[in-house]
């Protein structure tokens, strides 16, 4: 009997010890070693593919960033933004922040295919996602930064979240600030991260109410924009393409916050950051200390590239970055 009470004891301490395990498993944080072992190449894989895709074209260093700041505004940083739309299946592409204008999915799935090759069944979307972003800013002139790594796959998307949680163009400061305070970002994060507009170019449709309604806007700057984009909806002009940076779109730099310094945002939201509000001085700051904003913005990247990343045994590894195992 106290045989028996023993092995009950100790195979109760032993389930213990493993159900402590797997929570902590599940709950494991992010490191930019996560893959020192299981895949030691990977931070150069991407940075090559990036290179190559950046050589071809320019603006695909801003796309990347931007799938990445859209896919952790819904639901965290977990690659969800990436999944396609199938018969059954609603995924976030589609939704109205990304419908014609989120680009650089054949990017994140060649990287994925030379990775799987290297290290198959090891490494997820999501993180490939996050170092591609943190590359492309390198590679355009930008700070670098540690990326925290161990984030897993979403096998779910939502496009109602997408249509709601990412922050509006059209938005003004208080939203704004709102949907950041939203996802444990601070005004400060935001003003930085608002930076990443140093770089890519924006659609008619996102500038069109500014530039033929606002009055905090430079006149020749509006009159400039006016000529690729009519005041009416729903013809040609609707897809034409204008620099988030009017002075260097191509180089992150600080810039951008020239141009708000003169009236020279492209979309509402971007110059709702100085309009005589709360971040008036931030912006000013930046326009001047270009190191400052790189350091903010690395934080802050790192800082967004937390929110509610799927890890341990939650999630997946997708084999193919566009649907669910």
């Given amino acids: 009997m ?8 100790t195979i109760s301490i032993i389930s213990l010890v493993l159900t402590l395990q797997l929570a902590c498993f599940a709950n494991a944080q992010l490191s930019p070693d996560f893959y020192a072992t299981t895949c030691p190449n990977l931070r150069g894989i991407v940075r090559v593919a990036m290179r190559e895709a950046i050589d071809r074209e320019l603006r695909l260093g ?3 960033l931007r799938l990445f700041f859209h896919d952790c505004f819904v639901n965290g940083c ?3 933004i990436l999944l396609d739309d199938t018969p059954t299946f609603t995924g976030e592409k ?3 922040p990304n419908r014609n204008s989120a680009r650089g999915f054949e990017v994140i799935d060649t990287i994925k295919t030379r990775v799987e090759a290297a290290c198959s069944n090891t490494v997820s979307c999501a993180d490939i996602l996050a170092i591609a ?9 930008g700070p670098t930064w540690e990326v925290p790594l161990g984030r897993r796959d979403a096998t779910t998307a939502s496009q109602a979240a997408a249509n709601t949680q990412i922050p509006s163009p059209f938005s003004a400061l208080p939203a704004l600030i709102s949907a950041f305070a939203a996802k444990g970002l601070t005004a400060h994060d935001m003003t930085a991260l608002s930076g990443g507009h140093t770089i890519g ?11 033929y309604n ?3 806007i430079d006149p020749n700057f509006a009159a400039r924009r006016r000529t690729t984009c009519p005041s009416f909806a729903g013809g040609s002009g609707d897809d034409s393409l204008a620099p988030l940076d009017i002075q260097t779109p191509n180089r992150f730099g600080n810039d951008y916050y020239v141009d708000l310094l003169n009236r020279r945002g492209l979309l509402h939201s971007d110059q709702e950051l100085f309009n005589g509000g709360s971040q008036d001085g931030l912006v000013r700051a930046y326009s001047g200390n270009q190191n400052a904003f790189y350091r903010d913005f690395a934080d802050a990247m790192v800082k967004m590239g937390n929110i509610s990343p ?9 084999r193919n970055c566009r649907v669910v195992n």
């Fill in 2 to 9: 106290a045989t028996f009470s023993n092995l009950f004891g």
């Fill in 62 to 64: 801003a796309s990347i």
């Fill in 78 to 80: 977990d690659a969800s």
């Fill in 94 to 96: 589609n939704a109205l």
């Fill in 133 to 141: 972003a943190r590359d492309g800013v390198v590679l355009l002139g």
């Fill in 201 to 211: 170019f924006a659609r008619c449709t996102t500038f069109r109410s500014r530039i």
């Fill in 214 to 216: 606002d009055t905090n």
């Fill in 310 to 318: 799927l890890t341990g045994i939650n999630g997946q590894i997708r």
